[in-house]
Every structure is written in C-alpha cells, then in structure tokens.
C-alpha cells in the first residue's frame, strides 16, 4: 500500500513502530523493517555510545530504512543528531517538538523529521519550521499523553498541516489503519502492539501483565514525574500517588542517582536537561527531580521483568490486545485486515 509516509521513508507498509524507551532496541527495530514497516529505535535510555552502537547493530540486521527517536531538549541532542547523520539513519524522530536548527541541520543531512506531536499548534509550528512529516498521538496512547482523543485530534491536525500526518494512539489492527487513512493520515504509528511482539525483549511476566489487562486497567497519573503519563494501574502506581511529597522526593533522588549511572550523563547535564524539562511548564522542582523516575522505573519493568516494582507504560489498546505475534506476522496481519476492511467498503457502494 503506497501512501505519503511510504514514499517519504522507502517503506513497504504505511505502519510505525514507534520509539519506546527501554522497549524498542536493535532487535524490534531490524524485525520491524524487515517485516517492511518503519521501526523506531529509542535512543533517550542510552548513552551516546550505546546509541551508536544500537545503530550499527539494526544495520548488521536489516537493510531497510530505520529510524531514531530523541528528546529534542536534552543537552545532548546535538551529539545525537550527529550520529544520526554519520551513520546515515534515514528518519529522525522527536519525542518533544525539536528546534528549527535541529530540523534545518538535519534535513540537510538528508535524514526525514518526524516529531511526535500532541496538539495541533505543535503540529502547525513544526510544519513551519520545515519538518517533512508529524506523528500525531491522542490520549489514548501510551506513555506521556494529551488529554484529546485520535478521533478529534487527527482531523484536526490533517486540516491544519499540508505535510503527512501519521496516526498514533489506540491503533492495533488494520480496521484502525483505514480509519485513520480516512481521516487523512497517511498511515498508522503503534507502541503497546510493537510491544507486544514475540520481537520486543521484554520479559514474559511483564507481558502477561500487558495481556491480562482489560481497558479500564490502563490509567493517567501524575504520580510519576509531573506530567499525565499512560500506563497499567498497578499497586506501585497507587502507593505513588498515595505517598508523601518527602517519601516520593527521597526515592526520586535515589533513582535520579542510578538514572545518572545508567545514562552516562553528568549531574550538571541533568539539572540542565531539568532546567529545560521546567522551561515553559508549570513543574516544581521536586517534579522535575522525578523526571528520572520515568527511565528508570520504565527499566525495572522493560528490562529487569518487575512487575512489582516497575512502571509499564501502555496504550489503552493493552486492553484488547491478546496475542504475541511477531512483528513479521502483525505487520502483514494488519495490512490483510485494512485489505479486507476496504474490499468490504467497495462492495457496500457496489
Ligand atoms: C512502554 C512505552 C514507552 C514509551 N517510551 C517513549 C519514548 O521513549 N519516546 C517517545 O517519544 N514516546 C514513547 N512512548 C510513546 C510511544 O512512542 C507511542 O507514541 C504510543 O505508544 C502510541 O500509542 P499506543 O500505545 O496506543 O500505540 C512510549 C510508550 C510506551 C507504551
């Protein structure tokens, strides 16, 4: 199926599998673009050696067209962009709108830039500022999230940019892809059903959690670093948003320690990516010390199978989702799905 996005990336299907810290690595993302979509690979839970590293290894795996998401405020996001460019990574993906010297360095390069977006005046400044293509997530979607449902946000942002949107939040099947393809969108970008691939790394337990969960399981909450976050409601989330502002600061420190070692980054660069995190947001400074709760309690979950202990990030789809397939068997089920689920429509106007 040939869309605006597959003629822009050089993919064979019009389906993202988005940049999901911890989540989507070298392996998800060389199956993804085998399997002909466009994988993402989340580079803001890596050092920038690991990045590189994490780069060559989908290369050694795939020949096909991949991409790298990063946050556009961390300090650091130059050094990532000049990876990007070296190693000839076909798209850039942005977790936060990146700056148009970003945008205007990279497309130089030759790289594509899509930064995930999720509301439309986001969207209009980004297209201004050169980026080819936006994914665009409703609240729905798992992770940090809005408060706007796909069905409104995605028309809306189709009417109000000429480059091509790509739909994210809720999708799971191929009914969802022509839904969204006839809203305007030029395809479908999806995390918790890439999760749940027999492809993704993470640990069995945490994705029999995933399964087992219905849709009023997944939940928004605070709790963890200040901003609306979607995720499996747990007894880890409750206790968070039960426990006092000291308690929670104490253990914030404490992971933000480990989060430094982890990430290679310097104290100093933290309190800057901090700084940045709080710049134009309504955050305390305790929200944004928790800001490195998020990468690793993500961890304890997505790489360390504590269900217990561990913060699973989902879409609201967690709730329908019921099989492991690999990526190669989602990626051609969806797209027989959309077959079918068009053929349906022709022969209801015939
Ligand atoms: C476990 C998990 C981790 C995520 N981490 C990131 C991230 O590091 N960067 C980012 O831009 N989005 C992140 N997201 C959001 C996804 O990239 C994607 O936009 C979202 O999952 C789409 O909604 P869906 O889950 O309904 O498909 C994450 C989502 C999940 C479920």
Same mark, same amino acid.
């Given at each position: 199926?040939?869309?605006?996005?597959?003629?822009?990336?050089?993919?064979?299907?019009?389906?993202?599998?988005?940049?999901?810290? !911890?989540?989507?690595?070298?392996?998800?993302?060389? #199956?993804?673009?085998?399997?002909?979509?466009?994988?993402?690979?989340?580079?803001?839970?890596?050092? *920038?050696?690991?990045?590189?590293?994490?780069?060559?290894?989908? =290369?050694?795996?795939?020949?096909?067209?991949?991409?790298?998401?990063?946050?556009?405020?961390?300090?650091?996001?130059?050094?990532?962009?000049?990876?990007?460019?070296?190693?000839?990574?076909?798209?850039?993906? %942005?977790? $936060?709108?990146?700056?148009?010297? $970003?945008?205007?360095?990279? =497309?130089?390069?030759?790289?594509?830039?899509?930064?995930?977006? +999720?509301?439309?005046?986001?969207?209009?400044?980004?297209?201004? !500022?050169?980026?080819?293509?936006?994914?665009?997530?409703?609240?729905?979607?798992?992770?940090? *999230?809005?408060?706007?449902?796909?069905?409104?946000?995605?028309?809306?942002?189709?009417?109000?940019?000429?480059?091509?949107?790509?739909?994210?939040? +809720?999708?799971?099947?191929?009914?969802?892809?022509?839904?969204?393809?006839? /809203?305007?969108?030029?395809?479908?970008?999806?995390?918790?059903?890439? $999760?749940?691939?027999?492809?993704?790394?993470?640990?069995?337990?945490?994705?029999?959690? /995933?399964?087992?969960?219905?849709?009023?399981?997944?939940?928004?909450?605070?709790? @963890?670093?200040?901003?609306?976050?979607?995720?499996?409601?747990?007894?880890?989330?409750?206790?968070?948003?039960?426990?006092?502002?000291?308690?929670?600061? %104490?253990?914030?420190?404490?992971?933000?320690?480990?989060?430094?070692?982890?990430?290679?980054? *310097?104290?100093?660069?933290?309190?800057?990516?901090? $700084?940045?995190? =709080?710049?134009?947001?309504?955050?305390? !400074?305790?929200?944004?010390?928790? #800001?490195?709760?998020?990468?690793?309690?993500?961890?304890?979950?997505? @790489?360390?199978?504590?269900?217990?202990?561990?913060?699973?990030?989902?879409?609201?789809?967690?709730?329908?989702?019921?099989?492991?397939?690999?990526?190669?068997?989602?990626?051609?089920?969806?797209?027989?799905?959309?077959?079918?689920?068009?053929? *349906?429509?022709?022969?209801?106007?015939?």
């Amino acid at each position: 199926m040939e869309t605006a996005l597959t003629r822009l990336v050089g993919v064979r299907h019009p389906i993202v599998q988005t940049g999901m810290g !911890w989540v989507a690595g070298p392996r998800l993302v060389s #199956a993804t673009a085998n399997a002909g979509a466009l994988g993402i690979l989340a580079s803001a839970t890596m050092t *920038t050696d690991r990045l590189r590293d994490a780069v060559r290894e989908v =290369k050694s795996r795939t020949r096909e067209p991949f991409g790298v998401n990063l946050r556009a405020d961390a300090t650091d996001a130059g050094d990532r962009v000049r990876i990007i460019i070296e190693e000839g990574v076909r798209v850039a993906s %942005f977790a $936060l709108a990146p700056s148009a010297e $970003l945008i205007a360095e990279l =497309k130089e390069a030759g790289v594509v830039v899509i930064p995930s977006i +999720g509301a439309r005046r986001h969207a209009e400044k980004v297209a201004a !500022w050169g980026a080819d293509a936006v994914i665009v997530q409703g609240g729905e979607g798992g992770g940090h *999230t809005g408060e706007v449902a796909t069905t409104v946000l995605l028309p809306q942002v189709v009417d109000a940019v000429d480059i091509p949107v790509v739909a994210a939040g +809720g999708f799971f099947d191929g009914r969802g892809l022509v839904a969204a393809l006839a /809203y305007g969108a030029a395809g479908v970008a999806m995390g918790t059903r890439f $999760l749940l691939t027999s492809d993704s790394t993470v640990p069995d337990a945490v994705k029999a959690a /995933y399964l087992a969960a219905t849709v009023k399981d997944v939940t928004v909450t605070r709790a @963890v670093d200040g901003l609306p976050h979607r995720m499996l409601r747990t007894e880890l989330v409750d206790a968070l948003e039960n426990s006092g502002r000291t308690r929670t600061l %104490f253990q914030a420190v404490r992971r933000a320690a480990g989060f430094r070692r982890l990430s290679g980054l *310097t104290w100093r660069r933290m309190i800057r990516d901090g $700084l940045a995190m =709080k710049h134009g947001k309504e955050l305390t !400074w305790s929200q944004v010390l928790l #800001a490195a709760n998020t990468p690793m309690l993500l961890k304890a979950s997505m @790489v360390d199978g504590r269900t217990d202990l561990g913060v699973m990030a989902s879409g609201q789809v967690a709730g329908v989702i019921e099989d492991l397939l690999s990526c190669a068997e989602l990626v051609a089920r969806v797209m027989k799905q959309a077959d079918e689920a068009l053929w *349906t429509l022709v022969r209801a106007d015939a």
